[in-house]
């Protein structure tokens, strides 16, 4: 039987003779994402700014009368509200925002869903409530907080477990290409202005941990190699190493997104965003551990007996001494 | 490396039965079919977001039974003050700045009055409650302590939980949940409620019911304006009451709490055909109120719930049985609700609802289904693609896959987890980072095979080497779902909780598993080359 190989025998491609213009692109890419979020913003939730998402079903209607709903919504009193196409053409996600300075009535997110979800069985009879998250101001600040805090510590914890494995050259290299996959996927959702809610910080979190699995993978042969060919120059070495682990970074990758890629179109709505942000981290993080994670390694001056064991003596001048150095 | 014992292999069979077995009820369920009842059923909970449901958080304020203790310590002191023999007078009572200080009016009486406050104060004994002070010779100041409000706030809270559990049983068929959550939070999850509205209806009410005198002497102009005359307390008519929009004026003192009810019924007056709800006291509870009626006939009375007036009855004859009507524009429903209401007992601080997260079980039911078909196809070509990639290696991957699939869900339904819609992304992810491990080793042992290493050699070199940064790299994803699961929410605990079993589980299976069928067709075989 002929096997499949997605990447030949001996590939030998030479990552970091462009390391440069993919820095420059990197580094490009992450200020434009946050120059994203900074100016279009990202559109929070009902989970991080409180309010409430109301998903309706107009059973055997051909289309969600979203026009109506509209100005029956706007009747309440409450202000404007988002009304959105979900999934099928009858069903319609409602979004409204908490009012301002409504932090001392912690009730008013979930009276505002009550009074719209009334006033829409009043107007449409047909209309099947399928889902209401209301939440109020303390709440939403609250996971916001702690949303943030899980995020800053994974990429801390990370980077610090890989310090303590590796060297710390490798915590801040890990550390860069996480900085480099969040922002970009922030960016992404500053830029289509999709949903940004508590099941993205889960999907942001998960790209952390797979990019960190590509890149631990390749840092790993790194280390394998320094030990194996003390004298090869740093470059060259590390292309090696990515040449060599690039077969199965290829087919891991191929695999997640085959897995993922039918969740993505034929998954329930509801987890579009959370399956589009991984999927999008994905590709971030594989190029970020490929073109990033290791080529940062020469430039915070790893040495090429980082990893020879010290039995030999743990004195560096002594070696040098002997022409080792 | 490649050496299994005897006892190894059972060992590890046994695990994988195991697991698989206790998979099998949650396979049938997620696959539509029935688990027989007769078999015991340690199938997967669904979370709200798939089978339906209400989710519910709800808030008290702290500030509250801080106030109401100041109250009740105000009563306890004029009571113990008026039955002192002889009484002690006091005045200028006032409970502002969060501490009750009142005059004693002769200073004679300090020591005595202190003598009686002292078991007040103590409680029960084993905290300081209060810190009692007497200044400027006549004036007691009775300061709450910290320790007093925070365990006060905290039996508040676990009699209000008590309380919900009570009356969502009363309502019938459901499993919810019921947990306290930091110092002032209750969560409620229902699943499968169809109607959450009437389920926070009645979670939400306080269901505080008090009998007050009607204070008649108030100005109605005053009354109106909300400005309450001495010893007296303004409350509002409820919404749908014949005097809706009004305000009536209640002595503060002197009534009658509906806490001592032992039971509470809806029913119709067969005069004037309203729906009423029929309350009866306990016997200290019917001495009290067949007191107050018989002291106060020809003088109306406020039935006020939870600060709202219902109604304001004239007292017609002196009430000796023990049993009240409580009259106030009820539909059946909605004295239904306020007789469970009542029976469970009132909640000792209120609730407001902070978070709500309602699914239809349609919408639940919809989700299931395409979740599993979107995992059915990506599993099916992800065990196709490491077939086509790896041969025999890939063939051995998949099984492991399988069993993988098996074990988290059998894990799952031993521990008790709960399956959420995010869980279905983290097991789709776990799918495609358990392929990660096989496909680590099986580049690997091509490696070591183009190296131009011996059969047995480059398998051994293959699981060895990988293993290292499989490790690794596992262990990293293993801080990232421990972090998501500590400080994430909700839906998001689901995820990470997949998640972590799944590296774990994906571990065992995709290096021990594998390399343990690797090794036993190795021995049979010998062959003298690899298709990898």
Redesign the interface.
């Given at each position: 039987m002929k096997l499949l190989k997605l990447v030949p025998d001996n590939t030998n491609i030479n990552f970091l003779k462009w390391r440069v213009p993919f820095y420059v692109v990197s580094i490009f890419l992450i200020i434009a994402s946050w120059g994203l979020v900074a100016t279009k913003g990202l559109n929070l939730g009902v989970d991080f700014v409180g309010g409430q998402m109301i998903r309706v079903t107009f059973v055997g209607q051909p289309e969600a009368p979203v026009a109506s709903m509209r100005d029956e919504i706007q009747e309440l009193g409450y202000g404007e509200p988002i009304i959105q196409r979900f999934g099928a053409p009858n069903e319609a996600s409602i979004r409204m925002k908490l009012p301002e300075g409504s932090e001392e009535q912690p009730d008013l997110a979930n009276t505002m869903a009550n009074r719209i979800t009334k006033a829409i069985q009043a107007a449409h009879p047909e209309a099947r409530i399928d889902g209401v998250d209301s939440v109020s101001g303390k709440v939403s600040g609250e996971l916001f907080q702690t949303g943030l805090l899980s995020l800053a510590l994974a990429m801390l914890g990370i980077s610090i477990y890989i310090w303590v494995r590796f060297e710390w050259q490798f915590g801040v290299g890990a550390l860069f290409a996480l900085i480099h996959d969040v922002s970009l996927t922030m960016g992404l959702f500053a830029l289509t202005q999709m949903e940004f809610d508590l099941n993205i910080v889960a999907a942001i979190l998960t790209i952390i941990g797979y990019s960190l699995n590509d890149t631990i993978v390749i840092y790993d042969r790194i280390r394998e190699n320094m030990k194996k060919y003390r004298r090869m120059p740093l470059p060259e070495l590390l292309n090696l190493s990515v040449n060599e682990t690039l077969a199965r970074t290829v087919m891991t990758s191929l695999t997640l997104l085959i897995a993922l890629i039918p969740l993505l179109f034929l998954g329930p709505s509801s987890l579009f965003g959370l399956t589009a942000a991984i999927t999008m981290g994905i590709f971030v993080g594989t190029y970020s551990s490929t073109y990033m994670a290791a080529p940062l390694l020469i430039w915070f001056g790893v040495k090429s007996d980082s990893f020879v064991p010290s039995d030999e003596g743990p004195n560096q001048a002594e070696r040098i001494a002997r022409g080792e150095g | 490396m490649l050496d299994f014992p005897r006892w190894k292999k059972i060992w590890l069979w046994g695990l994988i039965l195991l697991t698989s077995l206790a998979a099998l009820p949650s396979v049938v369920s997620l696959a539509g079919a029935r688990w027989p009842q007769s078999l015991p059923d340690p199938s997967i909970n669904l979370g709200l977001?798939l089978a339906g449901g209400s989710h519910i958080?709800l808030?008290a304020d702290g500030r509250q039974v801080a106030t109401q203790r100041l109250e009740t310590m105000e009563e306890s002191v004029r009571t113990a003050m008026r039955q002192a023999d002889p009484a002690i007078r006091i005045g200028d009572v006032s409970t502002q700045g969060g501490r009750l200080s009142f005059m004693v009016d002769s200073a004679s009486d300090v020591d005595r009055a202190r003598e009686l406050l002292l078991p007040l104060v103590n409680g029960n004994g084993l905290r300081r409650e209060w810190t009692l002070s007497v200044v400027d010779e006549t004036r007691f100041v009775l300061v709450p302590t910290k320790e007093g409000i925070d365990a006060a706030l905290n039996q508040a809270m676990d009699s209000a939980k008590d309380v919900i559990d009570r009356r969502i049983n009363a309502i019938g068929t459901l499993e919810p949940t019921i947990i306290r959550q930091g110092d002032t939070r209750i969560v409620v999850q229902a699943p499968g409620q169809q109607d959450?509205?009437a389920l926070?209806a009645l979670i939400g009410q306080t269901a505080k019911l008090e009998f007050k005198l009607v204070d008649q002497n108030a100005l109605p102009s005053d009354v109106q304006a909300g400005i309450a005359p001495a010893g007296s307390e303004i409350f509002p008519y409820v919404e749908g009451a014949p005097g809706t929009g009004q305000n009536i004026a209640v002595r503060r003192l002197g009534g009658i709490k509906g806490d001592s009810l032992v039971n509470a019924q809806a029913t119709v007056n067969p005069e004037t055909n309203e729906n009423v709800v029929t309350i009866q006291f306990d016997q200290q509870g019917a001495a009290k109120f067949a007191r107050l009626t018989t002291e106060n006939v020809n003088r109306p009375f406020a039935i006020i719930l939870d600060n709202k007036v219902l109604s304001a009855p004239n007292i017609n004859e002196p009430i000796r049985g023990g049993t009240a009507q409580i009259s106030g524009s009820f539909t059946a429903e909605s004295a239904n609700q306020l007789a469970i209401a009542l029976r469970s007992g009132a909640l000792p601080v209120d609730l407001?609802?902070?978070?709500?997260?309602?699914?239809?079980p349609?919408?639940g039911a919809?989700?299931i289904r395409?979740?599993m078909?979107?995992?059915g196809?990506?599993?099916g070509?992800?065990l196709l693609?490491?077939l086509?990639?790896?041969?025999r290696f890939g063939f051995y991957a998949d099984v492991a896959l399988v069993l993988n699939v098996l074990m988290i869900l059998g894990i799952m339904a031993m521990m008790n987890t709960t399956l959420t819609?995010?869980g279905?992304?983290?097991f789709?992810?776990t799918?495609?980072?358990a392929?990660?491990a096989n496909?680590?080793i099986n580049?690997r042992i091509?490696?070591e095979r183009?190296r131009g290493r011996k059969v047995v050699q480059s398998v051994e070199m293959g699981y060895k080497?990988a293993s290292?940064?499989i490790f690794?790299?596992?262990?990293?994803?293993v801080?990232?779902?421990v972090?998501?699961f500590?400080?994430?929410?909700?839906?998001?605990k689901g995820?990470?909780v997949v998640?972590v079993i799944g590296v774990v589980t994906s571990v065992f299976t995709a290096v021990t598993i594998t390399r343990m069928w690797v090794a036993g067709w190795l021995r049979r075989a010998r062959p003298t080359d690899l298709?990898?």
């Open positions: - | 977001d958080l808030e959450p509205e926070k407001k609802v902070i978070e709500e997260r309602t699914v239809g349609d919408l919809d989700s395409a979740g078909v979107a995992m196809i990506g599993t070509l992800v693609i490491m086509v990639t790896y041969g819609l995010p279905i992304a983290g789709v992810l799918i495609g980072a392929v990660d496909v680590l580049e091509r490696e183009r080497e290292r940064a690794d790299a596992n262990i990293t994803n801080i990232a779902a972090l998501l500590l400080f994430g929410q909700g839906p998001v995820f990470a998640l298709h990898v």
